[in-house]
Every structure is written in structure tokens, then in C-alpha cells.
């Protein structure tokens, strides 16, 4: 047995929130930090992203690049490509760890650096790791005594095609024990059926035996000594994300106790094939988001809490799964989705060899792959919310006998590292014709494609598992509480304050609208569902604006940079959220000037038909209409003429009954601020909304609102949501985006107040 003293209280949180819990594992939180190569030190905690402060400049990542995917056919001075954020350059952390008497074995396992990091212990470099987003440990010798940790990171000029973040982003953990012990991610698990659980232990040093065994909330279920474990288990789902405790015991050659691992994990079973895709043995289609890794004003840095907020808003709206474009998820990440139950697209790689940014992942690809991929594997393969590998996002080699030769090794590679045969592997594939020429299509277990609605049958014919996947879909761009008129369906966006269509009819030349998507989906049985371009906005691509300034973030969200729903979530919501009702009306109804102006109305809803009301008069019943582009899936009231006033829509189901309804009111002026709270551990999630007197949205607003806390919460960001914003998300002051903004708070209690016009609310 192991004789290292371990901080009770430390091993107390650990127990409680990490979900891979060794007894001999710390967590790294407190470091030391320079910008100037080690003159000036600050502490820090980590995760920790330098860049996110700022200050926005259009000088941080001014690129000249033509970008295919556009269509472009030369290069172009691009703007807030990468978030207008200063990411660029190095930096050091510092801290000293100790290691205990009697230690055989010392490591340290870094989830993610961004980027390039290079690990010291005492002077003398020990590791490091070229790629920002994989998980990676070095071993330290087992010297008994405190030792000095220096981590080095670099950011390269144009390494990226959107806000990276810098630092050590995401948690670090510190191992110790002895000679004998089980491998970092050592442990192999998964289950062949829904009353079994097979899993392989990898250990070093001389083992004599190896046990494992389930626990149900503390209780004991089952045990084994040769890697079957056998009972009637509850199957994990995103609707029962039932999780076991997995013991796993490494007993040293003279057959002492050497080892304990604990990790959470779930049971259930994966299909994929002519017949779809089956959870558990129940056909299902994915009702997925991407997602980049930033938490919009926190930055790159990892904060669980913040995720389970986009985890909790996605869920409400009936999504059940996401994919991590593009990059590899973290831990924690994933620990999350498992709790929660999300399934999850691990996704690895936005390049192979051929550059798409000039200093990207190619200048790594060919000596870097296999590593990459079997960590990645290896630390996400026990969790259950992971059903699938993604080994690209539009690779440019997807056209030619080098992009199937290379899909082939990285697929098998995957196949090396993950025992579930039911975990398939896919990428998503663009350029069409091209990658079925190529037998690339054929030759991925899910074949899986972004946008090209028109080949999404070919593609199903070329594969020969008969079903196809959309691994990117949608891409329409829009502002929360923008709405141009006429109202015009276009592929070319542009409007000179830099925003985009609230209408949600507005999308690029390579995209579409999700309408398109659902049509598809619907007509076509052997598709397998959707992962949305993107779930939430995120800092850099600043798509269609990136050749115009100030724009420094996406306008693909279904909700904005602050976690706000566009109007479009409601969309989305009619058809994914089976379980309650949705009413929605476009636009707000406070439109000073337009008066006796044309302005139609669309009503997001589950409901078949609906009737729509100004001011009490009926403008007519609408039924959605399957033979309609737009009609389908939204009703449309196209000649509703603006009088101030109430409007209202009923809602019925199909047999006539009334079952919903939605009103929105024009707003007077500005008098107060209505504050909506809500906890996710630590933080503390506020959302202003002003109002005028009577409590109705005041969308024209864009003064300026303070927030202020006291007692133990402390202010920590704050964020309009607004793409063209250069107001610091770190001050606790900014001003309102159509009225609205999200303020985060960290600490206990809600003593927290939001000032508008030197009144407190």
C-alpha cells in the first residue's frame, strides 16, 4: 500500500468533483504566471486563459488568407478572425509540487496548453506537447522532495481560424504512488450488452492480479478478477443518465494492495447501420450542436460550472448531443456530458498535412497523428456519452488517394485504442463530388457530411451502411433582436451596422437554413440526424463580416456569446423539445417610425396552426403548409401592417383545441431592470432585461448597465451579446445589447445588484 499523506479536505473535493478519482491524484490549481519571461510573476488559478482580457484590437489577427470553404479565389486582409483578443505569443507558469517519501512513480497530466507547451521539473525538460487541445502526462523521477514545475507555452501567428485562448486552459493533475499501479487512462471499458461490462486493465510494474468492481451508490453490485462484469444494469441515456462507480484494485507481485482507482461509468450499447442509429437497441436521430471549446466571456479557461449552464439551456431546447468541433474535448468535458447526459462527437483534428491556416496543426500532422489519437481515445473511451470519433472537420485531403489512405490508418487507429465495436468513426466530409470519387465516404463507418443537402443521397449510395449523418448543418447567422426589413431569404448577408437577420432567413453561400435540413431529414428515412453549426456563438469567424470592422465573433449561434436565446432557439425548440410546448413570436413589437409599414410575423411553434392578432383583430389562421420551403416547418403572417399595440398568436393542435398561446407588447421607455437569476455551483448566471414601467422588453436600449455584488459573491464577466462589441467582458459595466445582458457572479449567495440610469434594481 501506498504511504502518502494526503490532505483530507483536498481529497474531500476531489471525491466530489472530479469523476476519475485516484487516491493518490491532486488537482493543480494555484500557479505562478509571466508574460515577460519570468521578470514579473502573478498568481493565477488554473484553468487559466491569459488572452481573455484583452484589450480587443483590429492589429491582434489581421490575416491575409483566402478561405475556400467561402468560394474565394484570392487572398484578403481578414479581421477578428481569431477574436481580435492578443493570444498570440508565450508565457511561463511555475509552481513546485512535492514528492513523498518512498514514491516509485510521479507524473503530471495536463488535460490542455494552448500551445506547443514544453515541461520543465528543476531545469531539465522532462515533456511536452505540440497540439493545444489534447490531454498529454510527462513523469517526473521519483526523487522524494518539493521539485519546481515550469511550463512553457507558444501561440503562433495565424495557428488558428478562430479564439484559441492561451495557457494552461484546462485542469492539471499531479500523480504519485509506487512502482506497481494502473497506467495513466489504464482502464478499457465497455459494454457488449446491456447486462455485461468487459474491462482490461493496463498496469505497470510486476502485477500478480487486478480486480474490479461495481458500486451503485456506495453498495456493491458486482466484482470479477477477469474483466467481466455481470449484472442487471440500468442503461445510461441522455433521458437516464444512470452512472456506476468503477473500482479497480492493482495488487503487486507479492500480492499486496499496490493500487485503487475509482471512475463513473455507464452502460449501454451503440448500433449503427441501414437500419440507423440505436441507443440501447432504440432507434433515435441525433438532435446535436457544435460546439467550440470558449465559454464566451470566460475565455478558453475550463470552468465546469459555466458548462453545465450550456449543457442545462441546450437539454431545455430537446438537444441530446454535441460535437466538439473542432477540436478534442476535455475532461471535465466530457465527466459533464456523462452526469447530464449528452452524447458526444469526440472530435480530434481541423486539419491534416494540407495547411489551412498557415501555421496550423500540418506543421505537426505527419509526426504528431498517432500520438494525438490514441490519447485522445484512450482518455475518452470509458465514458459513455462518447457514441463516436470524429478524425477531421473538412480535411482538404478528402479529395485524393492521400485523404483515403489517411482516413483508412486514422479510422484503424481509433479501432486500435477503443474496444466498442459500437463506437464507430467518422469525419465530416465536404467537398463533394470529390470525396466519393475518392472511396473516402465509402470508406468511413459513418459517413457524414457539412451542408451539401443535394448529395446527401449519393453519399448514402456510396456508403455501404446506407445512412448518412449531418455532421454540420445549418449555418444560418443572425443577432438577437435584429430584424431588417423587407424581410429577404439570401445566401450573401451584409447590413451596415455588422448584424444579421433575427427573421433566421439569412445563411451563407456554402449553408442553409435548418428548414432545409429538416425537410431532408424528414423525407429521407436513412439519415441519422444533425449537429448544428454552432449551439452557442463563439469568439472569432466573424462570418459574413470578416473582412469588416469592429466584428469579432460568430453569428451562428442558436443562443448568443452571453448564453441569450436568438430568436431561432425557439425554432429549433418546436422540433426537438417533444416533451412541452413552444409559442414563439418575430419579431418584438416596438417599432417607433414604422407605423402603417409592413412588418411580417413568423410564430416558432410545435403546433400545426395558429391565429394570429393585432391590437384583438384576427390577421388570419395559418396551417404549416409541407409543400413550403418556409411554411413547413414556421407560420408566416407576411402582411401584418404595424400598429403599436398588443399582438398575440393562439396556438392549436390538430384537432381544433387551443393548447398555447404568446403575446408580446410595445414598450414605453426605459424605467427598470428586470434581473433573472440562476445558479450553476459556483456561479451565480444573471440575465438584465430593461423594461419599461409596465414590465414589457424595451429592445431599443443600449445604455449603459452596472453590476454590483456584495457579501461573498464577487463580479467575474459580463456580456451583451453583441458580435461588434469591444467593451471589456472583465469590468462590471457594459452596455446593453437590445436591452439584454448576462452578468457572472462567482461565490456564494445572490447579493447582487444591476443599476440603469444611477438607479438600483
Known amino acids: 500500500m501506498r504511504t502518502k499523506v494526503v490532505d483530507l479536505a483536498a481529497l474531500a473535493a476531489l471525491c466530489i468533483s472530479a469523476v476519475c478519482v485516484r487516491c493518490d491524484a491532486q488537482i493543480l490549481s494555484e500557479w505562478r504566471f509571466s508574460r515577460d519571461g519570468g521578470k514579473n510573476w502573478e498568481d493565477v488559478s488554473v ?8 484589450p480587443f484590437d483590429i492589429r491582434n489577427d489581421l490575416q491575409k488568407v483566402k478561405i475556400l470553404e467561402n468560394g474565394e479565389e484570392k487572398e484578403s486582409v481578414k479581421s477578428g478572425r481569431t477574436g481580435a483578443l492578443p493570444w498570440v505569443g508565450g508565457a511561463l507558469y511555475s509552481r513546485k509540487v512535492t514528492v513523498p517519501e518512498g514514491t516509485g512513480y510521479a507524473a503530471l497530466v495536463f488535460d490542455g496548453v494552448m500551445s506547443e507547451c514544453e515541461v520543465y521539473a528543476d531545469g531539465k525538460k522532462i515533456g511536452g506537447w505540440k497540439h493545444g487541445y489534447n490531454a498529454f502526462a510527462v513523469e517526473l523521477p521519483p526523487v522524494a522532495g518539493e521539485h519546481e514545475i515550469v511550463v512553457k507555452t507558444h501561440n503562433r501567428p495565424e495557428s488558428s481560424r478562430w479564439y484559441p485562448g492561451a495557457g494552461i486552459y484546462r485542469r492539471v493533475k499531479f500523480l504519485t504512488g509506487g512502482e506497481t499501479g494502473l497506467e495513466v487512462w489504464g482502464n478499457a471499458v465497455y459494454s457488449p450488452d446491456l447486462e455485461t461490462v468487459k474491462v482490461t ?18 453498495r456493491e453490485i458486482a466484482r470479477t478478477g477477469n474483466g467481466t462484469l455481470k449484472g442487471k444494469f440500468e442503461p445510461w441515456s441522455p433521458e437516464s443518465p444512470k452512472l456506476y462507480t468503477l473500482v479497480t484494485e492493482v495488487y503487486d507481485a507479492a500480492g499486496a494492495l499496490a493500487d485503487r482507482a475509482e471512475e463513473k461509468i455507464g452502460v449501454r450499447t451503440l448500433e449503427y447501420g441501414k437500419d440507423g442509429f440505436k441507443l440501447n437497441g432504440v432507434k433515435r436521430k441525433f438532435k446535436g450542436v457544435c460546439l467550440h471549446h470558449d465559454l464566451g466571456p470566460l475565455g478558453a479557461a475550463f470552468n465546469g460550472d459555466a458548462f453545465r449552464r450550456q449543457l442545462a439551456l441546450l437539454k431545455e431546447m430537446g438537444c441530446d448531443s454535441i460535437r466538439t468541433a473542432h477540436n478534442m474535448p476535455g475532461e471535465e468535458q466530457l465527466e459533464i456530458c456523462d452526469e447530464m447526459g449528452v452524447m458526444v462527437m469526440a472530435e480530434s483534428f481541423d486539419s491534416w498535412a494540407a495547411a489551412k491556416c498557415r501555421n496550423g496543426y500540418n506543421l505537426f500532422f505527419d509526426g504528431w497523428w498517432r500520438r494525438d489519437i490514441e490519447n485522445l481515445v484512450k482518455k475518452c473511451r470509458n465514458r459513455p456519452s462518447v457514441v463516436m470519433w470524429s478524425i477531421g472537420n473538412e480535411i482538404t485531403e478528402q479529395v485524393n488517394a492521400e485523404g483515403l489512405r489517411l482516413s483508412r490508418e486514422l479510422q484503424a487507429w481509433c479501432r486500435r485504442f477503443d474496444p466498442d465495436p459500437g463506437r464507430k468513426v467518422t469525419q465530416g466530409l465536404s467537398w ?16 457524414a457530411v457539412t451542408y451539401r443537402l443535394p448529395f446527401y443521397k449519393a453519399i448514402c449510395e ?33 447590413h451596415g451596422n455588422l448584424q444579421c437577420s433575427g427573421y433566421d432567413v439569412e445563411y451563407c453561400i456554402w449553408s442553409n437554413l435548418p428548414d432545409d ?14 449537429f448544428v453549426w454552432t449551439g452557442f456563438d463563439y469568439l472569432g469567424e466573424p462570418t459574413p463580416y470578416d473582412m469588416h470592422w469592429p466584428s469579432r465573433s460568430s453569428y451562428f449561434g442558436i443562443f448568443d456569446l452571453a448564453g441569450l436565446p436568438k430568436d431561432r432557439y425557439w425554432l429549433y425548440r418546436s422540433r426537438w423539445n417533444t416533451s412541452s410546448r413552444t409559442c414563439h413570436l418575430v419579431p418584438h413589437w416596438t417599432w417607433p417610425g414604422r407605423e402603417g409599414k409592413v412588418t411580417p410575423v413568423y410564430c416558432y411553434t410545435d403546433s400545426p396552426e395558429a391565429e394570429l392578432f393585432v391590437n384583438g383583430r384576427s390577421q388570419g389562421r395559418r396551417k404549416k403548409d409541407p409543400s413550403s420551403r418556409l411554411d413547413r416547418y414556421r407560420l408566416r403572417w407576411n402582411d401584418v401592417v404595424y400598429e403599436p399595440g398588443e399582438l398575440k398568436v393562439v396556438a392549436y393542435a390538430a384537432d381544433g383545441g387551443k393548447v398555447s398561446q404568446a403575446v408580446v407588447r410595445t414598450a414605453g421607455r426605459a424605467a427598470k431592470v428586470k434581473v433573472e437569476k440562476r445558479r450553476f455551483g459556483s456561479l451565480l448566471f444573471v440575465e438584465a432585461t430593461v423594461t419599461d414601467a409596465d414590465g414589457n422588453w424595451v429592445p431599443g436600449f443600449d445604455g449603459v448597465l452596472k453590476v454590483r455584488t456584495s457579501g461573498k459573491l464577487r463580479f467575474k464577466a459580463v456580456c451583451n451579446g453583441d458580435a461588434t462589441s469591444l467593451e471589456s467582458f472583465h469590468l462590471p459595466r457594459m452596455k446593453a445589447f ?24
Open 462 to 494: 456510396a456508403s455501404p451502411y446506407g445512412f448518412v449523418l449531418g455532421a454540420e448543418t445549418a449555418s444560418t447567422v443572425s443577432s438577437r433582436g435584429e430584424y431588417f426589413f423587407p424581410v429577404e431569404v439570401t445566401d450573401k448577408p451584409y
Open 738 to 761: 437590445h436591452g439584454k445582458l448576462t452578468a457572472i457572479c462567482e461565490g456564494e449567495g445572490e447579493d447582487v445588484d444591476v443599476s440603469l440610469g444611477g438607479m438600483e434594481i
Open 201 to 218: 486493465s493496463e498496469c505497470r510494474g510486476r502485477v500478480s492480479k487486478v480486480i474490479h468492481r461495481m458500486l451503485d451508490g456506495g
Open 432 to 447: 463533394m463530388p470529390g470525396a466519393i470519387e475518392s472511396g473516402v465516404v465509402a470508406a468511413m463507418e459513418i459517413p
Open 47 to 54: 484553468p487559466h486563459d491569459w488572452a481573455i482580457a484583452g
Open 517 to 530: 435540413d429538416w425537410a431532408v431529414q424528414d423525407d429521407n428515412p436513412w439519415t441519422i440526424g444533425e
